[in-house]
C-alpha cells in the first residue's frame, strides 16, 4: 500500500556527502548558510505553497480554479500515464534523437504530483513515482550536440521538481533519483559552467548559463549538498558567462529597465531566459537565499524590460559586441545592434512566479510583470504551448502554483525574508535591500493594489470560476496537517 506524501516541510540534515565528482566545484558556504539543513519540499514549491493551492482549489477561489482546471485538462496530468524510458536520450544529434519522450515523461510526473497535492487523489502519485522510478532505473547518460548541455539543465532541473514533490512517497526511489542526478544530468550542467564545451566564454547566450545554473542549483537541493547550491549561487552573482546576472542584465537605465542583453537575439529566447533566472531565484528562495533582491533587485529591472518589450512597448538597448569561437580554434565576433522585434502574442509560462514575488511578497510595483501575467493567465504547462521542446522549457502553471496574496508588511517596498530556515531566519541575503521599483505604478495599477489583485488579475485575464462539481477534492488527514508546513 502506498503511504501518504508528508505535507510539512521535512527538514533534512545537510552535510551529507553525494560525491558530485571532480567536476563540481565546491564553495565554501556563506556565512549565514554553513551547516543550516535544507528544507524539504524546497525546490520551485514548499509545503506552505501546496497546502495553499489545495486549500484554495477547495474553496473555489480564483484564479486558482482556472489555473487548476488547465492542470487538469492537460494529457500528461492524467493518471493513466506510462512512461517509455530510455538508456541513452540523444539531442541535436545520435540515433534515434530521442529527447522529446523524455521532457514528456517528465512533465507527466511533474503534473501528476502537483495534482495529487491539490486533490490527494493518491493514483496521481503513484503514476509520478512510476514514471520517475522508471527513467532512474535505466537512464544512463544525455548525448548529441552541444544541445545535450540543454537537455542536461533543463531536463535536470526538471526530474528534480518533480521528485521533490514525491520525495516523501512510499515507493519513491529516493536514493536512485538522487543518483541520476549527480552522474548523469548535474556533471554535463556542472561543466558547462567550467568550461563551455571548449568555446570562449561569450560564444553562448544567457539561456545556455542559466539552464546550467538551474540544474546545479535544483542537483544541490534535492540531493542536500551545500557545497553544490553555493556553486550556483556563486556563479549566478560573479559568474563569468552571459548567464550571470550583471553580464545577462548589463544595462540599468534611468528608468529602472534592466536591458536583457538576449532581447538583441530574439523575443523566444529572452522570454526563456527571464523564466530560467526567475525559477532560479524562487528555488534559491525556498532555501533562505534571496536572488531576486540581489544587486538592488536587478533581475526585477530585466524582468520588468522584457515584458515591456514583449507587451509591444518601446525598449532601449546598447550595441552589444561578444567574442563567438572555439579556444584555440575558430575565433570571431557578432554584434546585436538593436533590439529584436516583438510579438506580443507570443507568451511563455514565466510571469505568475515572478509577478507575485516581487509585488505580493516584496510589494514592490512591477506594472509591466503584472500587465503580462494577467494577459498569460491562467498559464497552462508542457503540452498547451505546442509539442515542440520549446513549450516544455518551463514546467508552468504559475496561476495555480505561485498566485499568494500579499505578506503583511510587505507593502511600501519593505523585504521580507526568504522562506525561513531552521532557525526561523533567513540565510544568506544576497543583496542590498530593494528600492527601487523598475517603473512608476499610478493608484490604481494592477501592481499597486493590495490582496485583492487576485481578483484583478483573473479579470484582465478573463478567468472565469471552474465549478465546483468539476474539482474532484478528497479529504485529507487532517493529522497530517497540524503543525503547519
Known sequence: MTRQISRRSMLKAAGIGIGIGATATAFAPSAGAAGAPLVHPGLLHTGADLDRMAAKVKAGARPYTAGFAKLTANRHAQSGWRPNPQAVVYRGSGTPENYRVLYNDIHAAYQNALRYHVTGEEAHADTAVAILNAWSGKLTALEGSADRFLAAGLYGYQFANAAELVREHGDFDLGRAQELMR?????????????????????????????????????????????????????????????????????????????????????????????????????????????YGYDDSRFLKGAQYVAKWSLGGDVPYTANTRKKGAIGGWSGSETA?????????????????????????????????????????????????????????????????????????????????????????????????????????????????????????????????????????????QGRREGGA
Not at 550571470?244 to 538576449?262: M, N, Q, R, T
Open 183 to 291: 552522474t548523469v544530468f548535474h556533471p554535463l550542467s556542472d561543466d558547462f559552467l567550467t568550461r563551455h564545451n571548449g568555446a570562449v566564454v561569450t560564444n553562448y547566450w544567457p539561456n545556455w548559463d542559466l539552464t546550467a545554473i538551474a540544474c546545479v542549483l535544483a542537483t544541490g537541493i534535492f540531493c542536500e549538498e551545500r557545497a553544490v547550491v553555493e556553486r550556483a549561487v556563486e556563479y549566478f552573482k560573479h559568474g563569468d558567462g552571459m548567464g550571470s546576472v550583471k553580464h545577462a542584465i548589463p544595462v540599468v537605465h534611468e528608468d529602472g529597465l534592466g536591458e536583457w542583453v538576449e532581447a538583441g537575439r530574439d523575443q523566444g529566447h529572452a522570454l526563456l531566459g527571464v523564466g530560467l533566472m526567475g525559477t532560479v531565484c524562487e528555488m534559491a528562495w525556498n532555501q533562505g537565499i534571496d536572488l
Open 337 to 477: 545592434s538593436g533590439v529584436a522585434g516583438a510579438d506580443p502574442s507570443m507568451t511563455r509560462p514565466i510571469w505568475a512566479m515572478i509577478a507575485n514575488h516581487y509585488t505580493k511578497r516584496r510589494g514592490l510595483p512591477a506594472s509591466y510583470l503584472t500587465r503580462a501575467a494577467a494577459k498569460a493567465a491562467p498559464e497552462g504547462g508542457g503540452g498547451d504551448y505546442g509539442p515542440n521542446s520549446g513549450g516544455f522549457d518551463q514546467l508552468g502553471f504559475g496561476t495555480l502554483a505561485f498566485t499568494r496574496d500579499r505578506v503583511e508588511g510587505a507593502a511600501g517596498g519593505s523585504t521580507p525574508s526568504p522562506s525561513p530556515g531552521p532557525s526561523g531566519g533567513s540565510r544568506d541575503a544576497g543583496g542590498v535591500r530593494p528600492q527601487a521599483s523598475a517603473s512608476p505604478v499610478a493608484v490604481g495599477d494592477l501592481a499597486a493594489t493590495g490582496s485583492g489583485d487576485v481578483a484583478g488579475w483573473a479579470a484582465a485575464a478573463g478567468i472565469g470560476a471552474v465549478a465546483g462539481g468539476l474539482l474532484l477534492l478528497r479529504r485529507r488527514d
